[in-house]
């Protein structure tokens, strides 16, 4: 289960066990929910990968897909809470340099 939260202009994310193919409709729409009934009210959207244990190429193209659609309404999106094995995964695959990617105490550090 997937649900969110707001904190002054942050709105959180919570992800659950795994990022792939079945999952992403639920997230695209707790992000297209935030997005929409928020308007101008965030401009930070902070994706929390404490719980996730897997993620497929489908979970990695949506958060791609997200970026490109928050940069265009000038949302700020921070990833955060990342275990060992998924570090090594998106530096793997160069994707620590593509996306925000912070630990919790950076993420604290915005938000308060």
């Not at 919570?14 to 101008?40: G, P, Q």
């Not at 719980?51 to 000038?74: A, F, M, P, Q, W």
């Amino acid at each position: 289960m997937i649900y969110s939260e707001l904190y002054n202009r942050t709105a959180i994310i919570h992800l659950n066990k795994k990022l792939t193919i079945d999952i992403i409709s639920e997230l695209k729409s707790a992000v297209t929910d935030v997005i929409e009934s928020t308007r101008e009210d965030v401009d930070l959207i902070a994706l929390n990968f404490e719980s996730i244990e897997s993620i497929d190429s489908c979970g990695i193209s949506y958060l791609v897909d997200l970026l490109k659609n928050t940069r265009g309404k000038d949302i700020r999106l921070v990833f955060y809470n990342f275990s060992g094995s998924l570090k090594k995964l998106f530096n793997a695959g160069g994707l620590d340099s593509f996306f925000n990617i912070v630990s919790s105490e950076s993420f604290a550090e915005m938000i308060y």
